[in-house]
């Protein structure tokens, strides 16, 4: 590492920024273990929501049976519950880290605060702007894509698997989601900088230079649509409605949890529960770096990866240099 630091942020985490080892070549077999146990145990966002979509499967689902033909007796229900999870966990974390500043500044990034008025939001305040596309729009295309998933398996046209069949698959799924959420994210996230869809779409997501709880699903209809697509892979790959609910709940509420603006959750002054990404804060800060997440290495294959150092920044600047032909 070098001795310099980047300026202007608050908390740097250590650095330089490594992805996951899985991907290394030669294999590094005992790193991704640590890896893979590090992001997983003894507690983690992935855990939490794995958790959460046992609880929602098991207590506040409708029987598939119902999924068969479209009501709004099965439908409502499942909307209600997401609004109520996203309200959850995106106000809880708000009202924590910004309402109530129970951790000060401690692990936070960004040292400026988040903007209450502002010409380019939709509401005239970052918090209202993000809240409004966060629980209408977001809500609404997470519960639809919901509704289509457990349709589809309830009438035969997505495969689908069961425990007693499948115990290996049904568990590695969990893990194999998040992978394939970052190998997608990337790709629609190059697309959404692509100018066009930039200007008219993506742009509202990064109205945010400065993120909070509320920011990670403050998105435009269309990148909604687009980023919670991901859970369509199963009408290929078979899985449970459970590995449906975990999917989307991963999409949504991570987006949520990996936006605090905060490193993690400190208890007794340690962190016990990693939270926002470094990696994807210097993305709204400096745009034309770090479009995927640190699970699969494509920022790192195409040269657009900032490690948190000061000779990555240097290559950076560099390279918008170029992308902008200056």
Not at 159 to 166: D, E, N
Not at 226 to 243: C, D, R, T
Not at 301 to 326: L, N, P, Y
Request: charged share 15%; hydrophobic share 50%.
């Amino acid at each position: 590492m070098s001795e310099q630091e980047l300026k202007g942020w608050n908390h740097l985490p250590a650095l330089p920024l490594q992805t996951s080892p899985l991907f290394h070549w030669p294999p590094r077999p005992v790193a991704a273990l640590k890896w893979w146990l590090n992001g997983w145990f003894l507690i983690s966002e992935k855990l939490i929501i794995a958790g959460i979509a046992l609880i929602s499967f098991y207590w506040f689902q409708p029987p598939l049976e119902e999924s068969q033909n479209l009501s709004l007796s099965w439908i409502a229900p499942m909307y209600l519950r997401n609004l109520v999870l996203m309200a959850g966990v995106a106000g809880l974390l708000h009202l924590y880290f910004y309402s109530f500043t129970a951790q000060g500044q401690r692990l936070k990034y960004d040292p400026r605060p988040l903007m209450k008025n502002g010409r380019q939001f939709t509401l005239g305040g970052q918090i209202r702007d993000n809240m409004f596309w966060t629980m209408t729009s977001g809500v609404f295309f997470w519960t639809a894509y919901e509704v289509l998933m457990f349709w589809a398996m309830a009438n035969g046209y997505a495969p689908m698997i069961t425990w007693a069949a499948h115990p290996v698959w049904f568990i590695a799924l969990f893990w194999l989601i998040p992978i394939w959420e970052s190998f997608y994210f990337y790709w629609i996230h190059r697309l959404l900088h692509v100018p066009f869809f930039y200007k008219h779409v993506h742009a509202l997501h990064h109205r945010n230079i400065n993120v909070g709880p509320w920011s990670g699903m403050s998105m435009h209809p269309v990148e909604h649509l687009i980023f919670l697509g991901s859970v369509l892979i199963h009408w290929v790959v078979a899985a449970h409605p459970v590995h449906i609910l975990y999917h989307l709940q991963f999409n949504a509420l991570t987006a949520a949890t990996t936006h605090t603006g905060f490193e993690g959750l400190l208890m007794k002054d340690k962190n016990r529960l990693t939270l926002g990404t470094f990696h994807h804060q210097m993305h709204h800060r400096y745009f034309e770096c770090n479009y995927g997440s640190l699970e699969v290495p494509w920022d790192k294959v195409f040269g657009s990866f900032h490690d948190g150092t000061v000779e990555a920044d240097a290559v950076m600047k560099e390279r918008r240099k170029r992308i902008m032909g200056s």
